[in-house]
């Protein structure tokens, strides 16, 4: 009866590695291949061309239209000596996957022919007609129009046969419909802030940089047993499925040996990666069975999330090349872990330092100090904000579960930069700074990088955690566009940077010397901070109450999170950083809030579905055939020995018809609440009624649908199984 079942586990199960070819050259010679960087446009250029672009790449100047003419034309030829016919503006809407629309070189030549061309002005700008993505009401239909302008700061590349441009998109008014753009905007703002921060220790520092290193986890799934599990086709996710008697709990999963058909599948992802100058780096199993990590080396920030984006969308590709599935949903299976990607993030000057990074003397110090304080207050000021900018229905299903990390932001030290901001808060200048050298301060923290590096027991549990030189937001979910937590990140850094700076220069001003004047309103924002920093188990409950008590955003509706991007002081930093206006704010909350409602529908949707069609008739069948067997049990034993023999049978079929009853009465129930839903005004209304009247039916349903998968006949049951999902051979 479900042949189906078996016939793709079967086909999964004898499945054999797909050979990879290996490019005859090293890495080193096929890194960046497909990538327009400084050697090809070297190469393409003409000398002068190359000059102001390098330039303009270098100083965030704009490109001279005619240059783009020089650009535009170099860049083509060296797409079509690359195999490109097409061109495409490549971009990151609001829908968490990246947009092409592509068009050919070709323009006719007025001889009935064609010529391939391509200039500045299809370069730099386009106007796709872009209605339909998502826009927060912002955009009326009738200036349906966006923008698409080129990022010169991050390179183009060829994916398949076309050339993609990385561009920002924003409305024919001029906000922003996309991640790149306030992500350029924050980078730029905590560049201005932190330089001039900077500049105290060191007045040779012109620029600060953002770095960001993403950790990519993911599952993989054999195509056969995905194409026979409608719910992770259609919602990225098993809805139901009971779980495995084996799963994690043996930990041999995680830096295990890798399964000989996942590292074909790798080492084929990791080529195209070094082709398109994605510099992965590190792979291994993480710590559910099926589940993966690939790292790079880490990055400039925006360059970093572009890169992040294309290896999400070049996964797909790659996979089903090996015949697999990629899940980059942040938890496509109960009862085991879900995926994350946390992202490594620091500062670093044009000099040459990190800023998270102690020194090597007492100077290097204080600035290592100012900044790692700095990045507290700022994380501890817009928790509510640094989790909403985290915050979505799929990654809802991982933060707040008990594993890492929960939905209460909180920073981790470990016990040796613990002891620093200690010793500074309890006590006085004198006492800290070695009067006699002048600049001595009297901090011994140069062993910090090593010693926290190599402490094994990292906590895990935190969802941001300082590193030994940078620090790791661990909440981002798997399937997130990076840029909206490094949005709030950097933006909320920048204007934290901005009043110190303002409370030091009042401090000079009024006569007081650089150094005490730092290491005092250093003291004072550990002081004031101190609300945020919590070294213990952020999965225990007792966490919970304290991080309630202590005055932590502990809200774990979704939707309502999502209010922290309109708070006032949120809406007073995005501003002052010039990194949203209230328009856009208002509108890409709008946007969270439907995507909400959307994704939680389609769940919905498909589980009702499921229930109803394919769960409810097996069990109905196998019901009768118990129910068959007890009649006939009756028919030949006496009465007293029939019951005796078919009371279990008898259990069976009362428990079967019950859980039956409730999926029956709860799908009703849901398909109820979802009428309501609908029928609601406001995006935030409709997403809080989703979330608190749906999500808590599909549960139930679940639930009960688990429970008959362990009673009804394993040959009857439709859908492959968690076991048989789950092990990749
Ligand atoms: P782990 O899993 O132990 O956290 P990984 O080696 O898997 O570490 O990943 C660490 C990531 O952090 C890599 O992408 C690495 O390049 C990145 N990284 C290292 N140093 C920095 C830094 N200063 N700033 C940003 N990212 C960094
Ligand atoms: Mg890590």
């Known amino acids: 009866m479900s042949s189906l079942r078996f016939k793709v586990v079967d086909e999964a199960f004898n499945r054999k590695a797909d050979p990879v070819e290996l490019p005859d050259e090293s890495a080193e010679k096929f ?55 097409h061109y495409t503006h490549w971009f990151q809407p609001l829908t968490e996957t990246t947009a092409e629309k592509h068009d050919s070189f070709i323009e006719h030549d007025g001889k009935g022919g064609v010529v391939e061309n391509f200039n500045g002005k299809l370069l730099v700008q386009q106007e796709p007609d872009a209605s339909s993505f998502p826009n927060g009401g912002i955009r009326n239909t009738f200036e349906a129009r966006g923008y698409s302008a080129w990022d010169i700061s991050s390179p183009a590349f060829i994916l398949g046969n076309t050339l ?42 012109n620029h ?83 589940q993966f990590e690939l790292a790079p080396i880490f990055e400039e920030c925006n360059l970093a999330n572009d890169h992040n984006q ?28 879900g995926s994350g990607k946390h992202n490594n993030w620091s500062l670093g000057t044009d000099t040459g330092e990190l800023l998270f990074a102690p020194g090597r003397t007492a100077a290097e110090n204080l600035r290592f100090i100012t900044f790692v304080v ?8 817009h928790n509510a904000l640094l989790k ?57 923290v140069s062993q910090i990088p090593e010693i926290t590096l190599d402490n094994t027991d990292r906590n895990r549990t935190s969802p941001f955690a300082f590193t030994g030189n940078r620090f790791e937001f661990r909440a981002v979910g798997s399937s997130a566009n990076c840029g909206a937590a490094m949005i709030a990140l950097n933006a909320a850094v920048a204007e934290q940077l901005m009043d110190f700076k303002e409370k030091i220069d009042a401090r000079m001003k009024k006569g007081e010397e650089l150094n005490q004047a730092v290491i005092t309103e250093v003291r004072e924002l550990i002081r004031s901070c101190k609300a945020i920093h919590f070294d213990g ?16 955003d502990c809200e774990t509706s979704v939707p309502l999170i999502f209010d922290a991007y309109q708070r006032r002081e949120s809406v007073e930093m995005f501003r002052r950083t010039g990194v949203f206006t209230d328009v856009e704010l208002a509108a890409r909350n709008e946007v969270k809030w439907e995507m909400y409602t959307k994704k939680v529908q389609i769940e919905a949707r498909v589980l009702g579905d499921l229930a109803i069609n394919h769960v409810i008739p097996v069990a109905t069948r196998y019901q009768s055939i118990l129910l068959d067997n007890i009649s006939k049990i009756r028919d030949i034993f006496n009465p007293s020995r029939a019951e005796e023999l078919s009371s279990t049978e008898v259990d ?11 999926i029956r009465q709860e799908v009703a129930r849901m398909v109820d609440a979802r009428r309501v839903a609908n029928r609601l005004n406001g995006e935030r209304e409709k997403a809080i009624a989703y979330h608190d009247n749906v999500v808590p039916s599909m549960d139930v349903i679940r639930y009960h649908i688990d429970k008959l998968e362990l009673m009804v006949d394993n040959e009857m049951w439709p859908l492959p199984k968690y076991r048989e999902l789950l092990f990749i051979r």
């Not at 561009?167 to 560049?191: C, H, M, Q, W």
């Not at 599948?265 to 559910?288: Q, S, W, Y």
């Not at 919970?544 to 932590?552: F, M, N, P, T």
């Open 310 to 337: 294309l290896l999400m969308s070049i996964m797909g590709e790659v996979a089903r090349r090996h015949h697999f599935r990629v899940l980059l949903h942040e938890k496509p299976f109960a009862g085991i872990n």
């Open 537 to 552: 188990n952020g999965y225990s409950e007792e966490w919970r109450v304290e991080a309630a008590k202590r005055g932590l």
């Open 164 to 205: 993609c441009i990385p561009t920002i998109f924003i409305s024919y008014t001029g906000e922003s419909l996309d991640y790149k753009t306030p992500l350029l905007r924050a980078l730029n703002s905590v560049d201005q802030a932190a330089t001039a921060v900077a500049r105290y220790f060191d007045p040779e520092v």
């Open 31 to 85: 890194y960046g291949k497909y990538v327009f960087n400084r050697q090809k446009m070297f190469e393409y250029l003409p000398a002068k061309t190359f000059a102001i672009l390098s330039d303009a790449i270098d100083n965030k100047k704009p490109l001279p239209r005619e240059v783009a003419d020089s650009v535009a034309e170099g860049m083509r030829r060296w797409a079509t000596d690359n195999g490109a016919r």
């Open 388 to 444: 909403a900018s985290i915050m979505s229905a799929t990654n809802a299903h991982r933060l707040g579960a008990n594993e890492a990390p929960p939905a209460i932001i909180s920073i981790f030290t470990g016990s040796q930069l613990a002891e620093i901001l200690d010793k500074i808060e309890n006590s006085t200048n004198a006492e800290l700074t070695d009067l006699s050298s002048r600049e001595g301060l009297k901090l011994d």
């Open 374 to 381: 700095n990045v507290m207050a700022a994380v501890h000021r």
């Open 208 to 290: 600060v940089r953002a770095y960001l290193g993403w950790e990519q986890e993911y599952f993989l799934v054999d195509e056969a047993l995905y194409s026979a599990r409608p719910d992770l086709m259609l919602t990225g996710r098993t809805l139901m499925g009971h779980e495995s008697a084996k799963n994690q709990q043996l930990e041999d999963h995680y830096f295990g040996a890798i399964p000989s058909r996942v590292e074909a599948f790798m080492l084929d992802l990791e080529n195209e990666c070094h082709k398109l100058g994605i510099p992965a780096k590190t792979r291994h199993n993480e710590v559910a069975p099926n």
């Open 652 to 662: 069976s079929v009362e428990k079967l018809a019950e859980h039956m009853r409730v």
